[in-house]
């Protein structure tokens, strides 16, 4: 499957998006699609115009856990990030700029600081900042380009680590989506541990060790706070 074909796969709708990600529900409608308040629109951040459409593509989903994460770190209405967003994709070329390695990597740092410099983004709004003196990933973007997979050819993200022990992993090509260990979904062995099932017992079912039902048990804890 291509760039533009994974990318553009859809794969769940906005109520899963902001499950999976652990967003206050109706957030990442309002950041794909837009919203209106009273007579006030509010454009898509993640798309470029508003659609209407509830299916949610990989590239979408992608794109929004990157503001996710800069929003769990600093507190700032992602209607900023819309320019920088618009500017990358017309730049790249790429309707997912953000679900590309390109906007992360070193070749591409100076194109992105140009973005930044004249759009006049503000620090907490960016990918790149400096530090004693040199250009770094600002930490949510770092985090971000460490827990996912991209593409070896095509630079696109293929799946997603949503912890940082890479032991859960979101994959739109395995059971359509939902958060997996291994192949089996997170959701599933979380059930089992509310029905009584001991880890011991979900190991032997599913042939997984102890470490891998724990975490899988600590996502579906943290995603459902």
């Not at 709708?13 to 009273?38: A, H, M």
Request: charged letters at 25%; glycine letters at 6%.
């Amino acid at each position: 499957m291509s760039d533009t074909e994974l990318l553009d796969f859809a794969v769940y709708d906005f109520s899963t998006v902001d499950r999976l990600l652990g967003l206050p529900s109706g957030t990442s409608k309002r950041w794909i699609d837009g919203y209106s308040i009273g007579e006030k629109v509010y454009p898509p951040v993640i798309r470029d115009v508003r659609t209407g459409v509830e299916d949610v593509t990989w590239g979408e989903f992608v794109e929004t856990r990157l503001l996710a994460m800069y929003r769990r770190d600093r507190d700032i209405p992602m209607q900023r990030m819309r320019p920088a967003i618009q500017r990358l994709r017309e730049l790249l070329g790429i309707k997912y700029p953000l679900a590309h390695s390109q906007p992360f990597v070193g070749v591409n740092r100076e194109l992105v600081i140009g973005v930044q410099e004249d759009l006049q983004i503000e620090t907490q709004y960016q990918l790149w900042v400096i530090r004693s003196g040199q250009y770094i990933l600002a930490d949510p973007a770092k985090q971000f380009f460490e827990t996912v997979k991209f593409d070896d050819l095509g630079g696109y993200v293929t799946q997603i680590w949503p912890d940082s022990d890479r032991i859960v992993e979101i994959n739109p090509l395995k059971q359509f989506g939902s958060p997996v260990v291994r192949a089996v979904p997170t959701s599933v062995l979380a059930e089992l541990m509310r029905a009584g099932d001991s880890i011991e017992m979900i190991c032997d079912l599913y042939e997984l060790d102890t470490r891998e039902v724990e975490a899988a048990l600590r996502y579906e804890l943290r995603i459902s706070a």
